[in-house]
């Protein structure tokens, strides 16, 4: 384990359903990331929570709605998703969001919207 | 927009050779560059960073460079085994912010 735990590791979901992806970590870390990898891709940026406040919400759908409700605790809630938002989306957290600190990713959860 | 080029081929080498990694960045000087290694189904671990002012640093068997001229970072891994065949990414910050973006990533097949 990385220090970065999260759940489920593998989750199938039609276009209809609601579904959460969790991630927890205990590293102290005060910042959290929820990244999107899709095959042959850069990962892209989702959303950033600094000491539980959302700092960043990279344009992303409203179908993915995050929450963080403490500083070890973030959650992905999506709800009526498309086939394209198949991927792995990879949860990350870092001492701090700047000054060049080390991102720890979790081992992601890979979607699949049918 | 700023985007970070890492050759999408996969680089195949022999065991005990040194693998040299290239990570090409455009329209943004970052302040500094971070490597990760990422085996399938797994995410990203965090290797090395290094700043614009460094423009070496070392690792146990791993090292990267850094020439802000060239825009690009190197990085090297000497007496490479069959256990470093990974994919490896390259870093850094987007424009001043903290925001990292990534590059799709070169995977290293090292042969026994």
């Known amino acids: 384990e990385t220090g970065v735990t999260q759940t489920p590791r593998h989750l199938v979901m039609g276009m209809t359903n609601k579904k959460s992806l969790k991630c927890e970590q205990h590293?102290?870390?005060?910042?959290m990331y929820w990244y999107k990898q899709s095959a042959k891709k850069p990962l892209e940026l989702m959303f950033v929570?600094?000491?539980?406040?959302?700092?960043e919400n990279n344009s992303v759908p409203s179908r993915f709605s995050p929450e963080c409700p403490n500083s070890s605790h973030l959650f992905l809630h999506l709800h009526t998703l498309q086939p394209e938002d198949s991927a792995l989306y990879l949860c990350?957290?870092?001492?701090?969001?700047?000054?060049?600190?080390?991102?720890?990713f979790g081992s992601g959860t890979r979607l699949t919207v049918v | 927009s700023q985007k970070i080029e890492q050759n999408s081929e996969a680089l195949n080498i022999q065991e005990g050779k040194t693998a040299t990694l290239t990570c090409n960045y455009t329209?943004?000087?970052?302040?500094?560059l971070q490597w990760y290694r990422q085996d399938p189904g797994r995410g990203p671990v965090f290797l090395l960073l290094?700043?614009?002012?460094?423009k070496e640093k070392r690792k146990e068997r791993l090292k990267v460079t850094f020439d802000t001229t060239l825009k690009q970072s190197l990085f090297h891994i000497t007496a490479s085994q069959p256990a470093d065949s990974a994919t490896y990414l390259c870093?850094?910050?987007?424009?001043?912010?903290?925001?990292?973006?990534f590059g799709s990533g070169t995977r290293l097949l090292v042969r026994p």
């Open positions: 990350a957290s870092s001492q701090d969001t700047g000054a060049g600190y080390g991102y720890t």
């Open positions: 590293l102290g870390h005060n910042a």
């Open positions: 929570y600094s000491l539980e406040e959302r700092v």
């Open positions: 329209n943004y000087s970052p302040a500094y």
């Open positions: 290094i700043r614009e002012n460094e």
């Open positions: 870093a850094h910050p987007m424009d001043s912010s903290y925001k990292l973006i």
